[in-house]
């Protein structure tokens, strides 16, 4: 059974930083695009970054380009998320994906979900 664990979430004041872990288990994701998504309250899941298995490639959404960082570590079958500067708006639950045809902003080509982990940024 497939299973994405996110750990890292929390509370944190507007400035601060954050990192978010995912454990992935039940299969190898080297070979496949790993990522993350957000749910803030009342809003659609968003596509915030993702790393291919391949090359490493990143894609980042606009808002959070320059802040964030993604890194993946194969041997661990693991991908990071490094937030800095957070805003408010980067309040949300941010879930791990994984995928074999992962497009950008796209969750429908996402083919496992994490259960996501709370950020909270306060003002």
């Known amino acids: 059974q497939v299973q994405l664990v996110e750990s890292g979430g929390g509370l944190v004041q507007a400035g601060g930083s954050l990192r978010l872990s995912c454990a992935a288990s039940g299969r190898t994701f080297s070979s496949d695009t790993m990522g993350w998504f957000r749910q803030a309250p009342g809003k659609e899941r968003e596509f915030v970054a993702i790393i291919r298995g391949i090359g490493a490639i990143t894609y980042y959404t606009d808002s959070v380009k320059g802040r964030f960082t993604i890194s993946r570590d194969n041997a661990k079958n693991s991908v990071d998320l490094q937030m800095n500067s957070l805003k408010p708006e980067d309040t949300a639950v941010y879930y791990c994906?994984?995928?074999?045809?992962?497009?950008?902003?796209?969750?429908?080509?996402?083919?496992?979900w994490g259960q996501g982990t709370q950020v909270t940024v306060s003002s």
């Open positions: 994906a994984a995928g074999s045809m992962v497009v950008p902003n796209r969750p429908r080509t996402i083919d496992y």
